[in-house]
């Protein structure tokens, strides 16, 4: 009997803390750059292609929010855990979703916090079924990373 009711808590615990994907945001152009004078200015990017095959993803961990950042053609990726997420939404076709993250990257010993805005708007895509998605990365050496894409959804996914 004890051995039974060992069996089922421990199939039972795989359900409350298994990974759950939240947000998976589809990425298409990149743009890098700094902040000058308050304002970002970019000086180089690329399209997501074969090369980087980029993806974010946030995901639900044993009740904690992730974001993480894979390039998945170079076998690599930056994540870490999120927080003090804040929610702004300027009019019913844009929902912007803020928050610190606190990244390492699996390809080198760098970690750090960086600040987070994911903007999504409503039918800037022909394909209705998807909604455009920018994803905006500050470093605190005001490095800025612009990521767009799409999440495959009709509505906005609210991260919580």
């Known amino acids: 009997m004890e051995k039974k009711l060992f069996i089922l808590m421990i199939f039972l615990s795989s359900f409350i803390y298994a990974q759950e994907t939240v947000l998976t945001i ?22 997501n292609d074969e090369t980087f095959k980029q993806i974010i993803n946030i995901e639900k961990k044993e009740g904690f929010l992730t974001f993480k950042n894979s390039m998945k053609a170079q076998n690599t990726f930056s994540h870490g855990p999120i927080d003090e997420i804040i929610y702004e939404t300027p009019n019913k076709d844009e929902l912007s979703t803020q928050f610190i993250w606190q990244f390492s990257n ?41 990521y767009e894409g799409y999440i495959n959804s009709k509505d906005f996914i609210k991260i919580q």
């Open 26 to 47: 589809n990425v298409t152009k990149v743009f890098i750059g700094k902040i000058i004078d308050d304002k970002p200015v970019f000086s180089g990017g690329y399209d």
């Open 106 to 146: 699996s390809y080198d010993d760098n970690k750090g916090i960086a600040y987070i805005d994911i903007i999504m708007v409503k039918n800037k895509l022909a394909d209705k079924n998807k909604i455009f998605t920018a994803v905006i990365l500050i470093e605190l050496d005001n490095s800025i990373t612009q």
